[in-house]
């Protein structure tokens, strides 16, 4: 599994963690999202005199919200086997989300995109509003790019899939607690790198201020094609070409064919 970052982030791996031997979790029932909700916070970061001015970290506080109460309760089994988290509430509706999420504000929330008859993402969109220092993990079944691309641009800190290991799911959480931005799936990982490249060749042929026809001009200009020859492929004459050309050099600030394929290339534009 590889972790990214969006672009402009470096890339860096997450390395499944060996897990280390426990006895088995007792089988107490898990707490209802109610009663969770009034949990006392953890007293762990409280200096002990007996130990001078040591401090333990305070665990990750982890909010989940499913649908599915078999995966509430596996993230509840999984995630409280480690010292350094502590589940703080489940939700497994849209509004009960938002209601746990404002009144314990976690370090992060689990967040399915189909959440009952609640569009996840969208309560993502409302989470960053009203806790914007909860970093928002969407875990789902979904690779789909409309999913993907949407939770991008909402600013979504993880998207991982449900098909995820645990020994790849922790150290990925703990990754986003961080402060970085992980996708679980090299699928997804060049999805939003195509979409990225996509929108950089947009942004410069805003900035260019070439016509997509102008753009394909300067295409057949790289492919050796001469005027006559374009005016040919449009149905032109060849004055209409070269007062085409004259426009694309005046806006790429050149001066002569060569130089403004050169400078299309350099800006991605071809």
Same mark, same amino acid.
């Given at each position: 599994?590889?972790?990214?970052?969006?672009?402009?982030?470096?890339?860096?791996?997450?390395?499944?963690?060996?897990?280390?031997?426990?006895?088995?979790?007792?089988?107490? =029932?898990?707490?209802?999202?109610?009663?969770?909700?009034?949990?006392?916070?953890?007293?762990?970061?409280?200096?002990?005199?007996?130990?001078?001015?040591?401090?333990?970290?305070?665990?990750?506080?982890?909010?989940?919200?499913?649908?599915?109460?078999?995966?509430?309760?596996?993230?509840?089994?999984?995630?409280? =086997?480690? =010292?350094?988290? =502590?589940?703080?509430?489940?939700?497994?509706?849209?509004?009960?989300?938002?209601?746990?999420?404002?009144?314990?504000?976690?370090?992060?929330?689990?967040?399915?995109?189909?959440?009952?008859?609640?569009?996840?993402?969208?309560?993502?969109?409302?989470?960053?509003?009203?806790?914007?220092?909860?970093?928002?993990?969407?875990?789902?079944?979904?690779?789909?790019?409309?999913?993907?691309?949407?939770?991008?641009?909402?600013?979504?800190?993880?998207?991982?899939?449900?098909?995820?290991?645990?020994?790849?799911?922790?150290?990925?959480?703990?990754?986003?607690?961080?402060?970085?931005?992980?996708?679980?799936?090299?699928?997804?990982?060049?999805?939003?790198?195509?979409?990225?490249?996509?929108?950089?060749?947009?942004?410069?042929?805003?900035?260019?201020?070439?016509?997509?026809?102008?753009?394909?001009?300067?295409?057949?200009?790289?492919?050796?094609?001469?005027?006559?020859?374009?005016?040919?492929?449009?149905?032109?004459?060849?004055?209409?070409?070269?007062?085409?050309?004259?426009?694309?050099?005046?806006?790429?600030?050149?001066?002569?064919?060569?130089?403004?394929?050169?400078?299309?290339?350099?800006?991605?534009?071809?």
């Amino acid at each position: 599994m590889t972790s990214a970052f969006l672009p402009s982030h470096r890339v860096i791996p997450v390395v499944p963690e060996p897990q280390p031997a426990k006895d088995a979790a007792p089988g107490a =029932e898990m707490a209802e999202a109610s009663a969770m909700a009034g949990k006392a916070a953890s007293p762990a970061g409280i200096p002990d005199a007996s130990r001078g001015t040591q401090q333990v970290a305070m665990p990750i506080r982890v909010l989940i919200a499913d649908d599915h109460e078999i995966v509430r309760r596996g993230l509840y089994t999984v995630l409280s =086997e480690q =010292e350094d988290f =502590e589940v703080v509430g489940q939700a497994g509706t849209g509004s009960m989300a938002i209601t746990l999420a404002i009144q314990l504000q976690p370090d992060i929330i689990i967040l399915d995109i189909l959440l009952g008859a609640s569009n996840g993402l969208d309560i993502a969109q409302q989470l960053q509003r009203g806790c914007p220092r909860t970093r928002i993990v969407i875990l789902t079944g979904y690779s789909d790019e409309a999913h993907l691309f949407r939770a991008m641009r909402i600013g979504v800190h993880g998207y991982l899939q449900k098909s995820l290991p645990i020994s790849e799911l922790l150290p990925a959480l703990r990754s986003v607690h961080s402060g970085e931005r992980v996708i679980s799936e090299p699928r997804a990982i060049t999805q939003v790198l195509g979409e990225f490249e996509r929108l950089t060749k947009e942004q410069e042929r805003i900035r260019s201020g070439l016509t997509d026809l102008e753009i394909e001009l300067v295409r057949l200009a790289a492919e050796g094609c001469s005027n006559k020859e374009i005016a040919a492929r449009q149905f032109w004459s060849e004055v209409t070409v070269k007062r085409k050309m004259q426009d694309i050099y005046r806006k790429l600030s050149v001066t002569d064919r060569a130089q403004a394929v050169a400078e299309a290339m350099r800006m991605g534009l071809i």
